[in-house]
């Protein structure tokens, strides 16, 4: 298993010295538009504090894991299932389409109404005979059901085509690359947006890029979380004009890239020989 980190010591040492009650999970899978069952290879967790006082560009400590051989999933779930063992069970988990259920895929009338992570957790966990039910005890912050719920969608002015109608209507169901777009999120170079591409570049043994990749989502999505608690006040809220946030200017970036740079290279060369 590989890793990389923002952070000097390990994970656990972390939670046991800090008390964050909002954590950001994000998973990186083989999945691809015909293959939809392919094996989780990486997981990114960032510690997001919940004061609405903070700056918006917090300081997100995160820890990503990785795996260089489909046969080592057991043992990176188990890894997960045991850095969720230490949260306190009223830890709010926050991702991006990574519920259980999504109460506005329900009301668009979409036919699956799950989200992607935490049951796709389940179901790969389930298939490798290990019991991740612990998922299931934590509360979620879903940033696209809360995007649904909370943004001026008039004035993003993102549309799609309705099938039965071909009529161009407003979407309000945002993929994170549209969140990003509308907050004016502006992503490391060099870290292409991978989604289906992850299969790709794991084959071709470009396990670090996945890993950044796998981070910056979880750093991103706790951004949307940070300015989604800071802007909203009861009313529909507007992002015409926001200014730019780079995510590779950002202190925990260049901590993750300055502390990680070494060891991960070490870490990946050895896997590769096994």
Same mark, same amino acid.
């Given at each position: 298993?590989?890793?990389?980190?923002?952070?000097?010591? $390990?994970?656990?040492?972390?939670?046991?010295?800090?008390?964050?009650?909002?954590?950001?999970?994000?998973?990186?899978?083989?999945?691809?538009?015909?293959? #939809?069952? &392919?094996?989780?290879?990486?997981?990114?967790?960032?510690?997001?504090?919940?004061?609405?006082?903070?700056?918006?560009?917090?300081?997100?400590?995160?820890?990503?894991?990785? =795996?260089? $051989?489909? +046969?080592?999933?057991?043992?990176?779930?188990?890894?997960?299932?045991?850095?969720?063992?230490?949260?306190?069970?009223?830890?709010?988990?926050?991702?991006?389409?990574? !519920?259980?259920?999504?109460?506005?895929?329900?009301?668009?009338?979409? !036919?699956?109404?799950? &989200?992607?992570?935490?049951?796709?957790?389940? +179901? *790969? @966990?389930?298939?490798?005979?290990?019991?991740?039910? =612990?998922?299931?005890?934590?509360?979620?912050? $879903?940033?696209?059901?809360? %995007?649904?719920?909370?943004?001026?969608?008039?004035?993003?002015?993102?549309?799609?085509?309705? #099938?039965?109608?071909? %009529?161009?209507?407003?979407?309000?169901?945002?993929?994170?690359?549209?969140?990003?777009?509308?907050?004016?999120?502006? *992503?490391? +170079?060099?870290?292409?947006?991978? &989604?289906?591409?992850?299969?790709?570049?794991?084959?071709?043994?470009?396990?670090?890029?996945?890993?950044?990749?796998? @981070?910056?989502?979880?750093?991103?999505?706790?951004?949307?979380? *940070?300015?989604?608690?800071?802007?909203? !006040? &009861?009313?529909?809220?507007?992002?015409?004009?926001?200014?730019? =946030? $780079?995510?590779?200017?950002?202190?925990?970036?260049?901590?993750?890239?300055?502390? !990680?740079?070494?060891?991960?290279?070490?870490?990946?060369? +050895? %896997? @590769?020989?096994?």
């Amino acid at each position: 298993m590989i890793e990389i980190s923002s952070e000097l010591e $390990d994970i656990f040492k972390f939670i046991e010295k800090n008390n964050y009650s909002y954590v950001t999970l994000d998973i990186e899978t083989l999945d691809t538009k015909e293959l #939809k069952d &392919g094996p989780i290879v990486s997981f990114s967790l960032s510690f997001v504090s919940p004061s609405k006082l903070d700056k918006i560009i917090n300081n997100f400590p995160t820890f990503c894991f990785g =795996i260089t $051989d489909t +046969r080592e999933e057991h043992l990176l779930l188990s890894y997960l299932k045991e850095i969720f063992s230490k949260f306190n069970k009223n830890t709010t988990i926050i991702g991006h389409n990574i !519920s259980p259920e999504l109460k506005c895929k329900k009301i668009e009338g979409w !036919s699956n109404c799950s &989200g992607y992570d935490i049951p796709k957790i389940l +179901r *790969r @966990s389930s298939l490798l005979n290990l019991d991740m039910d =612990i998922m299931k005890e934590f509360n979620f912050y $879903d940033t696209l059901q809360v %995007a649904y719920d909370i943004l001026d969608h008039n004035s993003h002015k993102i549309k799609y085509k309705d #099938k039965k109608t071909g %009529a161009l209507k407003i979407k309000k169901i945002l993929s994170s690359e549209e969140l990003e777009k509308i907050l004016n999120i502006k *992503r490391p +170079r060099n870290i292409p947006k991978l &989604g289906p591409r992850v299969r790709e570049f794991f084959g071709d043994k470009k396990y670090k890029e996945i890993l950044l990749y796998n @981070s910056s989502d979880t750093i991103i999505e706790s951004i949307f979380y *940070r300015i989604f608690e800071s802007k909203y !006040s &009861g009313y529909p809220i507007s992002f015409e004009n926001q200014p730019e =946030i $780079d995510i590779e200017k950002t202190e925990i970036w260049k901590r993750l890239i300055n502390f !990680s740079q070494l060891n991960l290279e070490e870490k990946i060369t +050895r %896997a @590769s020989r096994k």
